[in-house]
Each structure stands twice: as structure tokens, then as C-alpha cells.
């Protein structure tokens, strides 16, 4: 609205209204994971895209963030798009026995809203992830690397994590 000009009476929070059908498969299938009533799961979404390199972590420091995670009784949820498979199947081997959860990359946009709906949280780049957890209510810590953090609204429910590079100012 500040790029355009345009002021707003009321500032509106998107909603992504899940089926209940949706809900109901999503659970199940993390049921199969292992994924109990009080799993606190937190998602941790790989995908940027060819376009957003500079937006994700490394697969180095994925690993750190999956390992803190299950060191502090959380359940990492690894997910990505289909371009990001390759990596996240080397960072899942990474961790042999370890309780993270991989829901595929071959998701449609439905299945990995509802998946996104069952997690406490997602850290993800500046991607659709970040815009569907925002729309579900979902506790976001989303990555910028060339976008501007300050066009997204959290609605005091996550936080930006902003990259400084010169080649960015």
C-alpha cells in the first residue's frame, strides 16, 4: 500500500480456509510419521527456488538449524518443492534415526497448506510457504535475502530475518 499510495481504514489478515477432508488426511498422514498428539512439530521449509538462492540457508547450516531443534524437543517437519528433493533427501540422511519428519517434495498446494496447518511454527525463506503459514495463522520466521522484508506483515505472529550484504543496501 505505501509503493501505490493507497491507505488502507483496516489492515486485513489473509485466511486459507482448509477443508475439513484436508485436515483429517494431513493428520493421518503425519500420524504414520510417528507424529503424536504432543509432538510440537515446526516446520523448516527448504524451498526458494532457482530465483532465491540468496533467500535459504545452507544445507550446512539446515542441518545445524534441524539438529538445535530436536536438541530443544522439537520435531523438525522438512519441507521443500520439488527442485529442493535432491537436497533434502542428503540433509534427511544426515540424520539416520533422528525424529524429523520429511513430507516429500511432491506436495500440491492444498496437501502442503494442510501439512504446514498441523506445526507450531515454520522457518522458511521469503516463499509461498511463508504466505500460506501467514494466511494459516502459523507462527512465521521467514529468511530475506534480495526481497524487501519491510512489504510483509506478520500480524504479531513471526518475525523477518534480514540479510546484510553490501551488494543488498
Not at 42 to 52: M, Q
Not at 125 to 152: C, K, R, W
Request: aromatic share 8%; hydrophobic share 40%; glycine share 6%.
Amino acid at each position: 500500500s505505501d509503493i501505490v499510495g493507497v491507505t488502507f481504514k483496516e489492515n486485513y489478515q489473509p485466511v486459507l480456509y482448509l477443508t475439513t477432508d484436508e485436515i483429517i488426511k494431513a493428520k493421518k498422514y503425519l500420524y504414520t510419521q510417528g507424529v503424536q498428539k504432543t509432538t510440537t512439530l515446526i516446520s523448516v521449509n527448504t524451498s526458494a527456488g532457482k530465483r532465491g538462492q540468496m533467500k535459504r540457508l545452507s544445507e550446512e547450516k539446515t542441518i545445524e538449524l534441524l539438529e538445535r531443534l530436536i536438541e530443544k524437543g522439537y520435531t523438525p517437519m522438512l519441507a521443500g518443492g520439488w527442485e529442493e528433493a535432491d537436497r533434502n533427501a542428503r540433509i534427511i540422511a544426515k540424520f539416520h534415526n533422528k525424529s524429523i519428519i520429511d513430507i516429500g517434495c511432491r506436495n500440491n498446494t492444498r496437501e502442503f497448506s494442510a501439512l504446514i496447518n498441523e506445526c507450531k511454527a515454520i522457518i522458511t525463506a521469503d516463499t509461498l510457504a511463508m504466505h500460506i503459514a501467514i494466511a494459516l495463522n502459523i507462527y512465521t520466521v521467514a529468511f530475506f535475502g534480495p526481497t524487501p522484508s519491510q512489504e510483509i506483515y506478520f500480524y504479531n505472529n513471526g518475525r523477518a530475518v534480514t540479510a546484510t550484504l553490501e551488494c543488498l543496501s
